[in-house]
C-alpha cells in the first residue's frame, strides 16, 4: 500500500456495513445483466453507492490509453454542492503526475489521507490535489488480465481521511465490478465488430461468386439465377420478358489485330454502354462468357424490346468509335409458361443472335416463342 510517509493511516477492523454489501451485490447483478447502453447509468450508480457510503464527495473511474501517456475520466459522481471536474480531465497527460502513476503501478493504490502532507516528489499530483481543493483522496486499480488499465478513486474536499482496510476492500469490490463491466462490453463490441466484418466479407464473396471481374457485370452464374427467378415472376405477372443476346461482331479478329489487352477494353466498353442503355429497374445487364452478353428486360414486350435493340446498335458504335465495334443482337419476347426452363429461354435468344449474324452482322433478330 502507498502511504504518505506523514501520515499513516490507521486501519480499523470495521466490517463492511451490511447495507452496503447489500447494494453492491444488487448493483453487481445490474452491471452483470446490463446491456451496454444501459451499463453506463449502472457504472455511474456504483460509484454513488460508493459515494454515499461514509460520505465521499467526489466518486470517479479514470481509464488510461493504451500507451499510458494520458489518462481520462470516464465516470463521475459528485456530493451535492462540489463541483464535477470530468469534462476538464480528458486526456490529461501522465506525465505531469508522475508518482501518482508510478504508486499506482507499483502498488495497485493511492491512499492519501492529507493532501498536505503529501511529500515533495508528489509534485504535480499534489499541486493538483490543492487546485481542487481535495484535502483527501484515495483510488485503486483497475486490472484487465493483469494489466493496470485505470483506477476508480475518492476525494474528500472538506476534510481529511485516516482511510482504513475496509474502505480500501470497498473500493476495489467497486473497481473489480466495473472492470468486469468493462472487459464484458469491449469483449462484445470486438465480437460485433468481427461479426460485421465477417458478415461484409461473405456478402463481398457472394457478390464476387455472381461477378464477372473484367467488366463488373454480373457472370453467367448470376444471370442463371436472374432468369430463373424472372421467368417465374413473369409467369406469375402473366406479363412479357424481354430477353436480349447481344454478340460482338469479329471479335477474335480484334483480339488478333490490336492484342488482347485492347480485346478486354472493347469488352468493357461495351460493358459499359449495356449498363447505361439497360438501367431500369429490374432489368439485368450480364455477360454471359466470351464476347456475349446478355439482358433481361421485365415487363417489356416485343416492339419496345426492338426499339432499345437498334439504338443499341448505334451507342455502341458511338462508345468504341476507335475500334469499330459492331454487334449482333438477338431478341425473343414471351411470357413464361409454367414449365419454361432458363436452358431454353437461353437456346432460343442464342438461335436469334446467329440469325443475326447470317443477315450480316451489325443488325437484330427478332424469334417469336412459339
Ligand atoms: N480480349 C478478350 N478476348 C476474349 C475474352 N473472352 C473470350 N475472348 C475471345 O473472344 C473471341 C470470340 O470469338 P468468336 O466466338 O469466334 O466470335 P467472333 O470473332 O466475334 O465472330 P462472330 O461472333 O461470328 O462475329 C475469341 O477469340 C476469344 O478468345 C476476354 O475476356 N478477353
Same mark, same amino acid.
Given at each position: 500500500?502507498?502511504?504518505?510517509?506523514?501520515?499513516?493511516?490507521?486501519?480499523?477492523?470495521?466490517?463492511?456495513?451490511?447495507?452496503?454489501?447489500?447494494?453492491?451485490?444488487?448493483?453487481?447483478?445490474?452491471?452483470?445483466?446490463?446491456?451496454?447502453?444501459?451499463?453506463?447509468?449502472?457504472?455511474? =450508480?456504483?460509484?454513488?453507492?460508493?459515494?454515499?457510503?461514509?460520505?465521499?464527495?467526489?466518486?470517479?473511474?479514470?481509464?488510461?490509453?493504451?500507451?499510458?501517456?494520458?489518462?481520462?475520466?470516464?465516470?463521475?459522481?459528485?456530493?451535492? +454542492?462540489?463541483?464535477?471536474?470530468? *469534462?476538464?480531465?480528458?486526456?490529461?497527460?501522465?506525465?505531469?503526475?508522475?508518482?501518482?502513476?508510478?504508486?499506482?503501478?507499483?502498488?495497485?493504490?493511492?491512499?492519501?489521507?492529507?493532501?498536505?502532507?503529501?511529500?515533495?516528489?508528489?509534485?504535480?499530483?499534489?499541486?493538483?490535489?490543492?487546485?481542487?481543493?481535495?484535502?483527501?483522496?484515495?483510488?485503486?486499480?483497475?486490472?484487465?488480465?493483469?494489466?493496470?488499465?485505470?483506477?476508480?478513486?475518492?476525494?474528500?474536499?472538506?476534510?481529511?481521511?485516516?482511510?482504513?482496510?475496509?474502505?480500501?476492500?470497498?473500493?476495489?469490490?467497486?473497481?473489480?465490478?466495473?472492470?468486469?463491466?468493462?472487459?464484458?462490453?469491449?469483449?462484445?463490441?470486438?465480437?460485433?465488430? $468481427?461479426?460485421?466484418?465477417?458478415?461484409?466479407?461473405?456478402?463481398?464473396?457472394?457478390?464476387?461468386?455472381?461477378?464477372?471481374?473484367?467488366?463488373?457485370?454480373?457472370?453467367?452464374?448470376?444471370?442463371?439465377?436472374?432468369?430463373?427467378?424472372?421467368?417465374?415472376?413473369?409467369?406469375?405477372?402473366?406479363?412479357?420478358?424481354?430477353? $436480349?443476346?447481344?454478340?460482338?461482331?469479329?471479335?477474335?479478329?480484334?483480339?488478333?489485330?490490336?492484342?488482347?489487352?485492347? +480485346?478486354?477494353?472493347?469488352?468493357?466498353?461495351?460493358?459499359?454502354?449495356?449498363?447505361?442503355?439497360?438501367?431500369?429497374?429490374?432489368?439485368?445487364?450480364?455477360?454471359? +462468357?466470351?464476347?456475349?452478353?446478355?439482358?433481361?428486360?421485365?415487363?417489356?414486350?416485343?416492339? *419496345?424490346?426492338?426499339?432499345?435493340?437498334?439504338?443499341?446498335?448505334?451507342?455502341?458504335?458511338?462508345?468504341?468509335?476507335?475500334?469499330?465495334?459492331?454487334?449482333?443482337?438477338?431478341?425473343?419476347?414471351?411470357?413464361?409458361?409454367?414449365?419454361?426452363?432458363?436452358?431454353?429461354?437461353?437456346?432460343?435468344?442464342?438461335?436469334?443472335?446467329?440469325?443475326? =449474324?447470317?443477315?450480316?452482322?451489325?443488325?437484330?433478330?427478332?424469334?417469336?416463342?412459339?
Amino acid at each position: 500500500m502507498t502511504q504518505n510517509p506523514d501520515a499513516t493511516p490507521s486501519y480499523s477492523s470495521r466490517e463492511t456495513s451490511e447495507s452496503f454489501a447489500y447494494l453492491i451485490s444488487e448493483l453487481s447483478t445490474n452491471l452483470i445483466n446490463a446491456a451496454p447502453e444501459e451499463a453506463e447509468v449502472h457504472i455511474e =450508480k456504483a460509484l454513488a453507492a460508493l459515494g454515499c457510503n461514509d460520505r465521499k464527495d467526489r466518486c470517479y473511474v479514470f481509464l488510461f490509453d493504451d500507451s499510458y501517456k494520458q489518462m481520462s475520466n470516464t465516470h463521475e459522481w459528485v456530493n451535492r +454542492g462540489i463541483t464535477a471536474h470530468k *469534462e476538464e480531465l480528458q486526456n490529461v497527460p501522465l506525465e505531469a503526475m508522475p508518482w501518482f502513476f508510478a504508486s499506482m503501478r507499483a502498488d495497485g493504490q493511492v491512499v492519501v489521507p492529507s493532501s498536505q502532507n503529501l511529500p515533495d516528489v508528489a509534485g504535480g499530483f499534489k499541486d493538483e490535489l490543492l487546485r481542487e481543493s481535495i484535502q483527501s483522496m484515495m483510488a485503486v486499480g483497475m486490472y484487465l488480465e493483469g494489466r493496470l488499465i485505470g483506477f476508480v478513486g475518492c476525494d474528500l474536499v472538506q476534510r481529511a481521511c485516516d482511510w482504513n482496510e475496509q474502505d480500501v476492500r470497498q473500493m476495489q469490490l467497486v473497481a473489480d465490478m466495473i472492470t468486469n463491466t468493462i472487459a464484458r462490453h469491449r469483449t462484445e463490441a470486438k465480437l460485433h465488430e $468481427l461479426q460485421a466484418e465477417l458478415r461484409s466479407a461473405n456478402e463481398r464473396l457472394a457478390q464476387l461468386a455472381n461477378e464477372d471481374s473484367l467488366t463488373g457485370l454480373i457472370n453467367r452464374r448470376g444471370l442463371d439465377l436472374a432468369l430463373a427467378t424472372e421467368l417465374r415472376r413473369m409467369q406469375r405477372k402473366q406479363e412479357q420478358l424481354s430477353v $436480349l443476346m447481344v454478340d460482338i461482331d469479329h471479335f477474335k479478329e480484334l483480339n488478333d489485330r490490336q492484342g488482347h489487352l485492347a +480485346g478486354d477494353v472493347a469488352l468493357q466498353c461495351v460493358a459499359t454502354e449495356l449498363s447505361r442503355a439497360f438501367k431500369r429497374s429490374g432489368e439485368v445487364v450480364a455477360r454471359y +462468357g466470351g464476347d456475349e452478353f446478355l439482358i433481361l428486360s421485365p415487363s417489356m414486350n416485343a416492339e *419496345e424490346a426492338e426499339q432499345r435493340a437498334a439504338a443499341l446498335l448505334g451507342s455502341v458504335r458511338c462508345c468504341t468509335k476507335a475500334s469499330e465495334i459492331t454487334v449482333s443482337i438477338g431478341i425473343i419476347s414471351f411470357i413464361p409458361g409454367i414449365d419454361t426452363t432458363p436452358e431454353e429461354a437461353i437456346r432460343r435468344v442464342d438461335k436469334a443472335v446467329y440469325q443475326a =449474324k447470317n443477315n450480316g452482322r451489325n443488325c437484330f433478330v427478332r424469334r417469336s416463342y412459339e
